[in-house]
């Protein structure tokens, strides 16, 4: 007798299981689109989404771990089916309404010979095929009859990566994004600008991937000899910076944004862009010194941390840079949400510039906590009545006493408190706390362990496994978590991925379904399997130090 545990990650909501039945899925197993529903409006979308995405997947995951058919009961057909509603079957389990949209059923049927994804959106038959993947990835396609109800508890499931600090081809950010699909993620949060490089090409501000895209890494050696040591040393890349030859960086072209933003878009994921402001922006201020408050000369930074030159609130100027920016940006990226930073904005030059202790008198408030808010409130209001864009800013936003807005949400990542301040003024909140979300800290305490070290934290997957939401934040204004990957250790796509895998599976656990049902040391088995069905096929250089 074999007992086989169906491992998804995330874990689904609601499972029954027939005691022993199981069906074979192959390498000759068809997945089709259920005839009924070719004219149901929906039907050319997941039309769409299993020419584009689903089948290529399927035939991958079928080559990598599926045999011929054999002896045992064969599944001949996987089947995807829109329906009006769900069955009476799922209708006792509490199904929040936002979130049905994303809901799916998974009916194994082995008399009939086949498994029947059914949903009622392009989203749910989506979500259902990550599930089918994994499901088939697992005990070479043995599957259990059973039937299988799931659906998310949150609805922002995000996972960020900083392509500032180091930066990332288009082929690495696709594979992230195939990543987190099939983990369910479905914010992909893309830090696209940093003290230490612009990473977009811009058409009205050329200099910005003349200039401010690229560093002097002779100089950023110099600054980081104590640092060095905390980066992850590759042994497939060696030393990849060596290659730049003295200048560090490189940008996207708005073509290549559009192809990943297209790319996200058919495995149901949304780009979420951020432009760091007004902190971080010693890059922007190196090709455009009249934006600060000293005008310079700036150099785009070569060493991690936070630096005193930021951009001057006081200047019309710095407001139309950003609107110009914004005009082009806006129109690229389609999603609703527009992450303009926020965070770590050092008031030292404010306090000494003559025009910005001016505008502070002008406008009758109080101190530079204040002026920052003024500028957060005025880019808010900008990107919302000029592109009809919700800001999400880091929680730093809420100092000078932001005031409460529906088209503005908070990102607390300092800590819970942040999120509970926040969602007391009636803002949206979306959690990723240090304490758990942040996946450059390091993973053991060995010695030589890559990553973050400044808060302490070492942040294991029993950690990431314990990530809970604060109580008394009211439900309808959490939307949710995710987890931030910033690179300062991380100088290839090896280093990321040893960073990101397997915690990015762990907190996929929790965003998805509030409360695990196994304890951590049962729940690890699981995940070490997973890791070689689902991560090893892909190649992934995930960390195994804490499996
Ligand atoms: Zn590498
Ligand atoms: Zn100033
Ligand atoms: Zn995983």
Redesign the pocket.
Known sequence: IVTIIAMVVPEVQHEERSASQLMQVHRGTRLSLHSDNKSYELGSCVEDMLEQYGAQQFEFWKQKTLSDPGDSCACDNILLRLQDSFSSRSSSLKLDIRLEQEAYEIIVDPEQKQIEIRAISALGIFNGLQTMFQLVAEHTGAVFSSYIFDFPHHEWRGLHLDVGRHFQTVDFVKKYIDLMALHKYNRFHWHLTEDQGWRIEMQQFPELCDIAAFRDVRVESKHQKNQIEHE?Y????AN?KKRFQGNYGGFYTQEEIKDVIQYAKVRHIEVIPEIDLPGHCLAVLTAYPELGCTGGPYRVACSWGIFDDVLCPAKEETFEFVEKCLDELCSLFPSKYFHIGGDECRKTRWKVCPGCQDTIKRLGIEDEEALQCYFITRVAKLLYEKFDKILVGWDEILEGNLPSSDHVVVMAWRDWDYAVKAAAKGLKVIGCPISHCYFDFIQTNEDNEPGAFWSKIVLDLERVYSYTPVEGIQPELLLGGQANVWTEYM?????VEYMTFPRACVLAERLWKQEGTKPFAQYLGQLNQHCSNVLDPLDV?YCKKGL
């Open positions: 992850y590759c042994e497939k890349c990849p100088p290839c796509s090896h280093a250089s």
